[in-house]
C-alpha cells in the first residue's frame, strides 16, 4: 500500500505534464472545439512519447494515470479509449481513434466522426469495427468531445472478440469514464476556486464568504476521492465492483461539481471566454455514459450483494 | 504508488478474525447495541483488552520502548477497521490506543510513562476525553475550566460536557485554563487526572442516542498534583492539536458503515427487496460513499506511513466518513420503514449510533472551514 508515487511513475507524468503544459490545455481546446475537430497533434505527441503504450508496457496504473491527467488538461482526444481500454480488448493498440459504442445505445458517440476502431459492446461479447476515419457523420454538440453518428448496422456488425470481452469491456470503459470525470471535475473546481479567490464583491472576495467555502470544499472532497478510487480500480485490473463505485462515485461528483461551479461563477460561467465550460460541459457528456450514475449504482449492487455474486 | 496489502497484513487481518470469532461471545450483538460507552461494553472492553495485550495486538504500533513492537500504521489500520466494524469490543479504550497513549509518549514525564502506559498497554484502564465545556463546543480555545497553581498542586474548578465514557474512566485527561489572561489559544494547559479524585462528580445526561453517551463532569476544588501535567504549563493547545490529528480518523467509522450496509443489503436480498432497482440503487450509491470514505483515510495512513505531518487530508477523511455513517444509517431505516422503529433492532441500533456522526469529535461545518481555508487556500473574510 503507497499512495506516493514510485520514481517511475513520477518520471512518467513529470513528461507527461510537461508535454501536455505544451500542447493541451483549455485554450486549444477552445480553438478546436470551434472547429469541431480531435486533437491529432497531440494524439501523434502522446504516441511518439510512448504514452499511449503505457498499459501494456508500464501496467494499468500508469496508463490511468495519464488519462487522468490528459482530462484535467482539457485533452480533446480518445485517450481513455486508446490507452486504457483498448489495450484490456486487442492486442495491438490501434493507430487511429478509438470510439466506445454500446450496441443498445441510441445517442451519439463521443470521437467516433474520427474513429478508426469502434469497439462495441454487445452484451457477452465485444466486436471490433473497422471504419474508415471521418466516415461517420458527425453529431453538432457542445459538450466538449466532438460527436458522431453510428449507425445500427454498425453496431451489430464487426469482429468478435472472444468470450467475456463483452464484460471486459465494459468494465475497462467505466474505469476509463471514472478517471476523464475526476480529471475533468478536479479542473472545472480549481479553475472556479481560483476564480472566486480573486473575484470580488460586497467589499471582499467572494471565496471568502463561509457559504460560498463549504460548498466548494464539498466538492473537494469529492474529487479527491473520486481519483483515488479510480487509481486503484486501475491498480487492481479494473475489478467489476470497483469500477462501478468509481464511476457511480465520480458521475455523482461531476453532477455536483457543474452545478456548483457554475452556480458559483455567475454568468461568466457561461461564457467561451472563461475556462470553466471546457471541463464543466464535458462533465455533463462523461456522466451520462453507460447509463450514468443510476446504473453504475446497479452495477455495484449486482457485483457486490446480488446472488451468487464474486 | 500501489494499493496492495502486505502478504504480513492480509495474514494479520485473517488472524485477528480468528481471534474475534473465538474470543467474542454470542451475545456481542447485545452487549454492542448501545455503544462503546455502555455498562455492557465498557466492562467487557475490561476483558477483551487484557486478550489482546496478550497477544501483543493492543498496541502493536506503539514502539517497543514503551510495549508495542513498532509495528507499521498500516498494521495498526487492520485493527481499527475489524475491531469498529463489528462495534469496537475495545470500547472506550480505543482512544487509548489510538492517541491518549502516544499524547503521553511525546509529551509525558518520565514518571508519566511509567504509570500510564503500562497500563494502557495492557488493557486495564479507561480514559475519558474532558474538553468540551458548555460555552466551548465548536470553539474549543473559549475553555473556562480554571487550574490554579498551590504549592505543588493545582486546584481546578469547572466543569465539562458531553464527557463520553466520564462513569466508567478511571482517568481523565483533562484541558483546563492555566492562565487566564494569556491569549486564547495560550494559557490552556493539560493534566491527567485520577477520576477518583474528591471535588470530582459525574451525571449522566440522558440522551437518545444510548446508555452513557454523555456526560457532566463537574470539578469542585480538585486538587490535582502539578506532577500530573502534560507537557508545558500553558501550551497545552499543542498537545490537544497533536492528539486530535490522530482522533479524527481514530475510528474507523467507515468500517463500521461498510459492514453495517454489507448486512443491510444480506437481509435486503433475503426479503427480495434487491429486484427493486431503485433499493439497488440506493445500495449502490451508499456504498460509493462508504468506498470514497474508506480510499480517503487510507490516503492519511498513507501520510502517517511516509511520516509526513499531519494534513487536511484528515479533514477530507473525517466528512466523508461521516457522510457515509449518516447514509447507512438514513439508508437502513427507510429500508425497514416502520420496522426499524423498534428498539434495538437492526436499523435502529445503527441509525443511533451513525446519528452523532457529523458533531462528535469535531463538526462538519468545522472540518468544512478548514479545508476551506487549507485545502483550497481560499481567503479569510
Ligand atoms: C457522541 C458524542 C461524543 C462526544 N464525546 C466527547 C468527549 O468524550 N469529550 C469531549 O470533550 N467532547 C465530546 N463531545 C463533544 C464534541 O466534541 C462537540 O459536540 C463538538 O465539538 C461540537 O460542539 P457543540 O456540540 O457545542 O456544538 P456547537 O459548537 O454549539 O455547534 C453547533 C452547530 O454550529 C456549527 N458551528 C459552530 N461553529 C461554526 C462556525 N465557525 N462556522 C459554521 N458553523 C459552525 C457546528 O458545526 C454545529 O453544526 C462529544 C459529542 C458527541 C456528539
Redesign the pocket.
Known amino acids: 500500500m503507497d499512495f506516493e508515487l514510485d520514481g517511475e511513475q513520477q518520471a512518467i507524468l513529470d513528461s507527461v505534464d510537461v508535454l501536455l503544459s505544451l500542447r493541451a490545455g483549455p485554450e486549444r481546446a477552445i480553438a478546436l472545439a470551434a472547429k469541431g475537430e480531435l486533437d491529432h497533434d497531440l494524439a501523434r505527441a502522446l504516441r511518439e512519447a510512448g504514452f499511449l503504450s503505457l498499459a501494456t508496457e508500464v501496467g494499468p496504473l500508469e496508463a490511468a494515470l495519464l488519462v487522468e491527467r490528459a482530462a484535467r488538461a482539457a485533452a480533446v482526444l480518445d485517450v481513455g479509449a486508446r490507452a486504457l481500454v483498448a489495450p484490456a480488448l486487442l492486442r495491438e493498440v490501434p493507430d487511429v481513434p478509438v470510439a466506445l459504442v454500446h450496441a443498445d445505445g441510441r445517442g451519439p458517440v463521443r470521437h467516433a466522426a474520427f474513429a478508426g476502431v469502434l469497439l462495441v459492446a454487445d452484451g457477452a461479447v465485444a466486436r471490433l469495427v473497422r471504419v474508415e476515419p471521418g466516415s461517420l457523420a458527425p453529431v453538432r454538440s457542445g459538450y466538449g468531445d466532438p460527436l458522431g453518428f453510428v449507425p445500427e448496422a454498425l453496431r451489430r456488425s464487426g469482429e468478435a472478440l472472444g468470450a467475456g470481452s463483452g464484460e471486459r469491456l465494459l468494465r475497462w470503459w467505466r474505469l476509463a469514464l471514472a478517471l476523464e470525470l475526476s480529471g475533468a471535475s478536479t479542473a472545472a473546481l480549481a479553475t472556479t476556486v481560483a476564480y472566486l479567490k480573486q473575484r470580488r464583491q460586497f467589499g471582499r472576495a467572494i471565496g471568502s464568504f463561509?457559504a460560498v467555502q463549504h460548498r466548494l470544499a464539498r466538492c473537494a472532497i469529492r474529487t479527491e476521492a473520486s481519483r483515488w478510487l479510480a487509481l486503484e480500480a486501475a491498480h487492481h485490473g479494473a475489478p467489476g465492483e470497483r469500477v462501478a463505485v468509481a464511476a457511480a462515485h465520480a458521475a455523482d461528483t461531476a453532477a455536483q461539481v457543474f452545478r456548483e461551479t457554475h452556480q458559483l461563477s455567475g454568468a461568466i460561467g457561461f461564457t467561451r471566454e472563461h475556462d470553466l465550460h471546457v471541463f464543466s460541459m464535458r462533465l455533463q457528456s462523461l456522466r451520462l455514459e453507460l447509463g450514468g450514475s443510476t446504473a453504475h449504482a446497479r452495477a455495484i449492487t449486482a457485483e457486490r450483494w446480488a446472488e451468487g455474486a464474486p | 504508488m500501489e494499493f496492495d496489502w502486505s502478504p504480513q497484513d492480509e495474514a494479520h487481518r485473517e488472524e485477528l478474525r480468528r481471534f474475534l470469532d473465538e474470543t467474542l461471545p454470542e451475545d456481542w450483538e447485545t452487549i454492542s447495541r448501545d455503544g462503546p460507552g455502555s455498562d455492557a461494553q465498557a466492562g467487557f472492553s475490561r476483558e477483551f483488552c487484557a486478550r489482546m495485550a496478550e497477544r501483543g495486538w493492543l498496541t502493536q504500533h506503539w514502539p517497543a520502548a514503551y510495549g508495542g513492537s513498532d509495528a507499521p500504521p498500516w498494521r495498526h489500520a487492520i485493527v481499527g477497521e475489524e475491531l469498529w466494524a463489528i462495534g469496537e469490543p475495545r470500547g472506550p479504550q480505543y482512544m487509548n490506543v489510538n492517541w491518549i497513549g502516544p499524547a503521553i509518549m511525546e509529551f509525558g514525564t518520565e514518571e508519566q510513562k511509567a504509570q500510564h502506559l503500562p497500563r494502557i498497554s495492557r488493557g486495564e484502564v479507561i480514559w475519558?476525553?474532558?474538553?468540551?465545556e458548555p460555552e466551548?463546543?465548536?470553539?474549543?480555545v473559549a475553555l473556562r475550566t480554571r487550574a490554579r497553581r498551590e504549592g505543588d498542586a493545582y486546584v481546578v474548578d469547572g466543569s465539562?460536557?458531553?464527557?463520553?465514557?466520564a462513569q466508567h474512566a478511571d482517568f481523565c485527561i483533562l484541558l483546563v485554563r492555566t492562565d487566564p489572561e494569556a491569549g486564547r489559544h495560550k494559557g490552556i494547559s493539560v493534566l491527567l487526572v485520577p477520576m477518583r479524585t474528591e471535588g470530582i462528580t459525574v451525571r449522566e445526561i440522558p440522551s437518545v442516542?444510548g446508555e452513557r453517551?454523555?456526560h457532566e463532569v463537574f470539578f469542585d476544588a480538585v486538587r490535582v498534583p502539578v506532577s500530573c501535567r502534560l507537557g508545558p504549563e500553558n501550551e497545552g493547545w499543542n498537545v490537544v492539536t497533536h492528539a486530535l490529528q490522530y482522533e479524527r480518523v481514530g475510528a474507523a467509522r467507515y468500517a463500521r458503515a461498510a459492514l453495517t450496509l454489507d448486512r443491510l443489503a444480506e437481509r435486503a436480498r433475503e426479503r427480495g427487496w434487491l429486484e427493486d432497482p431503485h433499493v439497488a440503487e440506493r445500495l449502490g450509491h451508499a456504498r460509493t460513499l462508504v468506498e470514497a470514505a474508506r480510499v480517503l483515510t487510507y490516503r492519511v495512513i498513507d501520510q502517517r506511513a511516509h511520516g509526513k505531518p499531519p494534513s487536511t487530508d484528515t479533514q477530507l477523511a473525517r466528512v466523508a466518513g461521516t457522510d457515509a455513517d449518516l447514509a447507512v444509517g438514513e439508508l437502513a431505516l427507510e429500508l425497514f420503514g416502520q420496522e426499524g422503529l423498534a428498539y434495538g433492532s437492526f436499523a435502529d441500533a445503527n441509525f443511533r449510533l451513525a446519528m452523532?456522526a457529523?458533531?462528535?469529535?469535531?463538526?462538519?461545518?468545522?472540518q468544512l472551514?478548514l479545508i476551506a481555508a487549507r485545502h483550497l487556500e481560499l481567503p479569510r473574510e
Open positions: 463561509q | 475519558c476525553q474532558g474538553f468540551s466551548a463546543g465548536s470553539d474549543l465539562k460536557i458531553w464527557t463520553s465514557y442516542v453517551y454523555f452523532t457529523g458533531v462528535a469529535v469535531g463538526a462538519t461545518e468545522v472551514n
